[in-house]
């Protein structure tokens, strides 16, 4: 009987015991006066200090909101609705300038209003529950803590509170504000003909998404060939680098192989230069004057004012592209993978030698197989980092050669890169912010289906 | 059978020699080129007919418009920020993860999945926006406050690693402090971040490296004051049309000056990264 008790004191000793709907059920007068003035609860229960900091941010949160909030939501709705205008001003003999509405900032200011709100409310719901948590303290007799105890409890049960408030306060002004923001341009017109502060946007609904996959449209008639050289891309380069460099360390951590730390070194190296230096480097060797293009003019395979077109190519740029991501990414896998190669049971090897099979049956059944099994959490990192490989095509080819049928793309411009072309060079925000949905969607499906469907989600234990 | 031996261990050894020769070639045409005396851009041979070290002097020395140097201190200086910055935040929210018990602690864990599949620089456009909306893009050294905000602010999402790390502390550790009358938080900062060193050095030194190896976002905040550029979009200027000619040797001296440190950097980063995942003391 008395651990029952003891049990139910501590249910009521931290506020976020108790649910919501219990804090609705069960609060007293005072709790309830705390759902619209903040702290209240508190302040009439000795905690004055932490009740007045409720009480000061719904004041700040209320004064934020009519100076400035309400207004900047009806502009959220709205967009804007006074144009920029020109006015004859005859004293200077010139054309001024009128501010109209800027789009963009109504649309910028709506989010964070929204945020704060989101805020205000998850601060309510805190205060609510202090409040309920005092007055349940205060029926069962239980001390009531002080401001004191607020503070120390911040080292204490409440640790994850003083350490995750500022990371958090940074993800949501870098991370997650500026993604609500891109999303929601999606839905409107603001593109190259719709530029602030001259120019106001609007709201358009799903008719972005309609244009990106209309049948016949100039911009469907790029999506789903950039889309389908992405997934080319992202398939080719995850299969090739994580197969060539599984060989490549099979090969450095065979036991005839001498001198194992100094071809591995040999390796590295590529990996230790920043990647924008051999990208660039890259994309001079392979050049139309290039070192690649010279050594072929001397040995004579090509004449001596020819050259191989390996970035003007489509077929040739898709190709050099891939090799040169190959050589790039050899030796990323070769690193990760040498640890786990060692630790593949050596009785699956012998079994397999004494059966006769040969190496290469050997690799493919058993190595390869235990690899991925492993690994597949890496490969699907891996994949849906090509995705969004931009840095390889953007300094490799720039999404060249450029293509008349496409709507400011080449035709080795990935998804991404294409986002990158349709917001920074052509303007077109609202378009790039449909891609960036689009990947997004594209690579959470792939991801899901592809964890579902390996070994390492069914079957955890086939290999130990 | 020995013969046998010998031929295929011959023949693994030509192959390992012919590939690191194409892994390396590329980076000795790097080094090749920042020696060579004869200026331009594109020549009919590989092999410098001559060897210079001007390319490394006037580079170093400066001019108006390409300040080596000063994009090198730009660039170390918001290195440093951002990098302790987002140290703090990555170690503050790994060891949330690992080691404390709270509500919002899987919805957290959700979310900073879902953000990583949207493509990272989809949002660059609405940052440099809210970073304008700011004050922030007025003058150089705003901007580069910003650049060290832009490097660090979301970094808090890259636990994945050091929560990895922390789960392999023994929990009998932490357990036996509390017994000692140690609170959590002292538990943080006496326990857990001492034994986590490799860790440590991990997230700093791969944190470190950004600022010196992006280029967008750089291009984005920075626009044209060139006084203010970091490294790799001060040597992406140097490959523009208008300075190739005259500056194509100097960008490799450039390259090769910027290589040595961050190679030595992920070397570095590497060993910690292998201790980092085979875990701390086990107990």
Redesign the interface.
């Known amino acids: 009987m008395k651990l029952f008790k003891k049990k139910e004191e501590l249910m009521y000793e931290r506020p976020r015991d108790a649910s919501i709907s219990q804090v609705f059920k069960e609060s007293d007068t005072n709790t309830k006066i705390s759902y619209v003035v903040f702290g209240f609860g508190n302040i009439v229960n000795k905690q004055v200090v932490r009740g007045l900091i409720f009480l000061a941010l719904e004041v700040l949160y209320f004064i934020y909101l009519f100076t400035f909030g309400i207004q900047s939501l009806g502009n959220f709705i709205t967009l804007g609705t006074v144009e920029q205008g020109q006015v004859y001003n005859e004293a200077l003999g010139i054309y001024e300038y009128t501010t109209g509405d800027d789009s963009m900032l109504c649309l910028l200011y709506g989010v964070i209003t929204l945020v704060l709100t989101a805020g205000i409310i998850f601060i309510a719901f805190m205060s609510a529950k202090s409040a309920f948590c005092t007055q349940k303290r205060k029926e069962k007799g239980q001390p009531i803590p002080t401001f004191r105890d607020d503070i120390r409890s911040l080292k204490e049960e409440n640790l994850h509170a003083l350490l995750m408030s500022l990371p958090i306060v940074g993800i949501l002004c870098f991370t997650i504000v500026p993604l609500v923001f891109m999303i929601l341009i999606a839905f409107t017109n603001y593109d190259h003909e719709h530029q602030p502060p001259g120019n106001l946007f609007s709201w358009v609904g799903l008719s972005n998404f309609g244009a990106m996959f209309s049948q016949g449209g100039k911009l469907a008639g790029t999506f789903w060939p950039v889309l389908g050289w992405t997934l080319i891309w992202a398939v080719s380069a995850t299969a090739s680098c994580y197969i060539l460099g599984l060989l490549l360390a099979l090969l450095i951590n065979r036991k005839g192989t001498k001198g194992k730390g100094f071809w591995r070194f040999m390796f590295v190296l590529s990996v230790a230069v920043p990647q924008f230096v051999t990208l660039l480097t890259m994309r001079t060797i392979f050049n139309a004057n290039g070192p690649v293009n010279v050594i072929l003019r001397t040995l004579g395979i090509i004449g001596a004012t020819d050259s191989i077109p390996f970035f003007t190519n489509e077929l040739y740029a898709k190709i050099t592209i891939i090799l040169i991501n190959i050589w790039i990414g050899v030796p990323y896998t070769m690193l990760s993978t040498t640890g786990i190669l060692q630790n593949i049971p050596a009785d699956l090897y012998e079994a397999a030698k004494i059966d006769g099979a040969s190496a290469p049956i050997i690799f493919w059944k058993i190595t390869l197989p235990y690899m991925v099994f492993v690994m597949t959490p890496n490969i699907i990192t891996s994949f849906t980092g090509n995705i969004n490989s931009f840095n390889v095509i953007f300094l490799l080819s720039g999404g060249g050669p450029d293509s008349l049928e496409y709507y400011y793309a080449g035709k080795t411009d990935l998804l991404v890169t294409w986002l990158y072309k349709l917001t920074i060079t052509q303007k077109d925000y609202n378009l790039g912010a449909v891609i960036g949905i689009l990947v997004f969607v594209i690579l959470s499906t792939l991801s899901l289906i592809t964890y579902r469907r390996t070994g390492s989600y069914k079957d955890e234990g086939a290999f130990q | 059978m020995k013969t046998k ?1 010998f031929i ?2 011959t023949a ?2 030509i ?2 020699a012919v ?2 020769v ?3 070639l ?2 000795l ?2 080094v090749l080129t920042s020696f060579r005396k004869e200026s331009g ?6 092999w410098p007919k001559a060897f210079t070290l001007d390319n490394y002097k006037n580079l170093i020395t400066g001019h108006s418009n390409i300040d080596f140097t000063r994009w090198f201190f730009n660039t170390l200086i918001i290195a440093l920020f951002s990098t302790l910055i987002s140290a ?2 990555v170690l ?2 790994s ?2 993860m690992s080691r ?1 018990r ?2 919002m ?1 899987k919805t ?1 864990m959700n979310i900073a999945l ?14 440099y ?2 970073l304008k ?1 700011l004050g922030m893009l007025e003058t150089g050294q705003l901007k580069q406050v910003a650049l060290v ?2 490097y ?6 890259g636990f994945y690693m050091a929560k990895g790390f922390f789960d392999t502390i023994s929990k009998s550790i932490d357990e036996a402090a509390y017994i000692d009358g140690a ?4 538990t ?1 900062i006496h326990i857990t971040i001492p034994l986590s060193k490799p860790i440590i050095t991990y997230t700093l030194l791969t944190s470190f ?1 950004g600022p ?2 992006d ?2 976002f750089a291009k ?1 905040i920075m626009g044209n004051d060139t006084k203010y550029y970091t490294i ?1 979009i001060g ?2 200027t140097m ?1 523009e049309q208008e300075y190739v000619e005259y500056y194509y040797t100097q960008f ?1 001296a450039g ?1 090769v000056l ?2 040595i440190p ?2 030595i950097i ?2 570095l980063s ?1 060993s910690c990264y ?1 201790e980092g ?1 085979s875990g701390a003391v086990k107990g």
């Open positions: 031996r295929t261990n693994c050894h192959l390992l590939l690191s194409i892994w390396v590329p980076i045409f790097v851009s594109y020549k009919t041979y590989i703090f935040f503050c929210v060891y949330c404390l709270f509500k602690r957290f879902v953000m990583g599949m949207f493509p990272g620089f989809m949002s660059m456009i609405a940052v926006y809210i909306g905000l832009v660090s602010g979301g970094a808090g999402l609170s959590k938080w002292d943080f490296m010196w190896v280029y967008i984005v790799a040597l992406w490959l490799y390259c910027i290589s961050i190679s992920f070397l590497q292998v995942v």
